[in-house]
Each structure stands twice: as structure tokens, then as C-alpha cells.
């Protein structure tokens, strides 16, 4: 993605929107941690040990597609959250790169019992 200024161009690469989206992704109540879209990919996010490998970024016609596959907290919820991390990914990529967000997508891929709810 290319952000363009008076004084130049600005690259910004998907990576770098996945590391904002994995970081603003963390901090939402009831999210306990990211998954992958299938088994492969987790198997290879594994091996590299990728730190964003739940998110994935698009960019096509000018439009910024961001889809977060999350694990969340059983017993909250999951609109409410998922509604919470949507407004984190949008806030903290558009704030940091300055490239408006047209849409963001919550995969619910699992629920996780917490050690205390055992």
C-alpha cells in the first residue's frame, strides 16, 4: 500500500498492517488468542513461528480488507467482542499508516476455557 504526500511516497507493506492489527487484536476483552484460517497454515505458523499468523491483509482497488481469526473467552459475549476487536483493528491501523480501512472481518475460530472456569 502506497500512502502519497507532498514530500514523497510511503510505502507501507502487509506485514507491517498485520503486526498493528495482531497488537490492537490482543488488547480486546475476551480474546484470549489469534488461530489460523486451516490446519496448514497453523502447522506453518508454528514452524516460523509467525506473531501475526491470524490475520490476514488484502489490498485491491484502493481497498483495505483485514480479516482477524480469533479465539475468545467462554462465557462473553461474542458479538460484543468481536464488535470491540472490529473497532480496535479499524482505530489502530487507520491512526499508525493513515490509510482508511473499508472492512474488517472476525473469524470466531474457537472458545477457550479459562483456567479459573475449570
Do not use: F, W
Not at 507501507?12 to 498492517?17: D, E, M, P, T, W
Not at 488468542?33 to 514452524?47: E, H, P, V
Not at 489490498?59 to 476487536?85: N, P
Not at 479499524?90 to 491512526?95: A, G, H, L, Q, T
Amino acid at each position: 500500500m502506497t500512502v502519497d504526500d507532498s514530500l514523497g511516497t510511503v510505502y507501507v507493506s502487509n506485514g507491517a498492517i498485520a503486526t498493528i492489527a495482531s497488537q490492537a487484536l490482543l488488547t480486546c476483552y475476551g480474546v484470549v488468542g489469534m488461530a489460523s484460517r486451516n490446519a496448514i497454515n497453523d502447522l506453518y505458523a508454528q514452524i516460523t513461528r509467525d506473531p501475526h499468523h491470524g490475520i490476514n491483509v488484502e489490498y485491491r482497488s484502493g481497498k483495505l480488507s483485514i480479516d482477524a481469526y480469533v479465539v475468545m473467552q467462554h462465557g462473553t459475549r461474542i458479538a460484543s467482542v468481536a464488535e470491540s476487536v472490529i473497532h480496535a483493528i479499524r482505530y489502530n491501523v487507520e491512526k499508525s499508516c493513515g490509510l482508511p480501512v473499508h472492512q474488517v472481518n472476525v473469524y470466531v475460530q474457537g472458545l477457550r476455557l479459562l483456567d479459573d472456569q475449570k
